[in-house]
């Protein structure tokens, strides 16, 4: 089975920038769509973005979009989140999923389906 594997979370100040990547081991994520969601303490899991199999088709947040891209290298069977001018309320844990869906259906993806990483934090100080 897939197992995403994600990277790149640290400590940043607010209007800096991290990339966080999503590696799959055991099997590639070839054919499988690939969503960022985040999940900060005491609140819900939160949808970032998705990207179809194909890089082709990509869907993002509105509390992230124009300050994140979702991008992926199939060569390299890793998708990232590059997050820009990133904000205190960014501050969360980042997970990276895997499911053979559209990008647009990670908006509403339960945390039952797909194939989900352990999760990276993300802290932005103010």
């Known amino acids: 089975q897939v197992q995403p594997v994600e990277s790149g979370g640290g400590l940043v100040q607010a209007g800096g920038s991290l990339r966080l990547s999503c590696a799959a081991s055991g099997r590639t994520l070839w054919g499988y769509a690939a969503g960022w969601f985040r999940q900060a303490p005491g609140k819900d899991r939160e949808f970032v973005a998705g990207i179809s199999w194909s890089g082709d088709s990509t869907v993002s947040a509105d509390s992230v979009k124009g300050r994140s891209t979702i991008s992926r290298d199939n060569a390299k069977n890793t998708v990232y989140l590059q997050m820009n001018s990133l904000k205190p309320e960014d501050t969360a844990v980042y997970y990276c999923?895997?499911?053979?869906?559209?990008?647009?259906?990670?908006?509403?993806?339960?945390?039952?389906?797909?194939?989900w990483g352990q999760g990276t934090q993300v802290t932005v100080s103010s």
């Open positions: 999923a895997a499911d053979r869906i559209a990008a647009v259906d990670f908006r509403s993806l339960d945390r039952s389906r797909g194939y």
